[in-house]
């Protein structure tokens, strides 16, 4: 059997894994965070905030 010593301890707490370790022990999985988010982009660029698109100009109607 595999003890764990105040070596080990040490080394898991400078890592960050000692509260996953201990979770494990509990029998509970540890939680990984969400990954952040990433910022939305529009799909079409705009070079005026509030305006048309460019190229979306209506149609011409066609006269009769």
Do not use: C, H, Y
């Amino acid at each position: 059997m595999n003890a764990v010593g105040p070596e080990d301890i040490r080394a898991m707490r400078e890592q960050g894994d000692l509260k996953d370790f201990l979770l494990g022990l509990a029998g509970r999985r540890p939680k990984k965070p969400a990954p952040a988010a990433e910022k939305l982009r529009p799909e079409i660029p705009r070079d005026r905030p509030g305006a048309w698109p460019t190229g979306s100009s209506p149609r011409p109607r066609p006269r009769p």
